[in-house]
Nanobody, 117 residues
Framework: QVHLLESGGGLAQPGGSLTLSCTSM????????MSWYRQAPGKQREVVAV???????DYADSVKGRFTISRDNARTTAYLQMTGLKPEDTAVYYCNSKWVGTTLEFWGKGTQVTVSS
């Protein structure tokens, strides 16, 4: 069963922009903290950005000032707006949802982001 659908990945030039979307099939979307992770080849998966159910946000130091996470509860969708892209941002980006106060979480299948000239 698919819980999270990601879209928006692709190829961008250095300095360019992409926006990723993550649509949840769960109608209780408001109760979930939403996160974006990424995994580059040969590296561990790392958290990129988090937005809580209360709309608090946090970012990895490597993307602060360049990436913005947001959510639209009415559309059950979380977004990751990426600007000022760098080659080191190249990775598979995964959406994650965690039900607040529980251990229940879901992962998307990932979407490839490649930054290259």
């Amino acid at each position: 069963q698919v819980h999270l659908l990601e879209s928006g990945g692709g190829l961008a030039q250095p300095g360019g922009s992409l926006t990723l979307s993550c649509t949840s099939m769960n109608m209780n979307f408001k109760a979930y903290d939403m996160s974006w992770y990424r995994q580059a080849p040969g590296k561990q998966r790392e958290v990129v950005a988090v937005i809580t159910s209360a709309d608090s946000t946090d970012y990895a130091d490597s993307v602060k000032g360049r990436f913005t996470i947001s959510r639209d509860n009415a559309r059950t969708t979380a977004y990751l707006q990426m600007t000022g892209l760098k080659p080191e941002d190249t990775a598979v980006y995964y959406c994650n949802s965690k039900w607040v106060g529980t251990t229940l979480e879901f992962w998307g299948k990932g979407t490839q982001v490649t930054v290259s000239s």
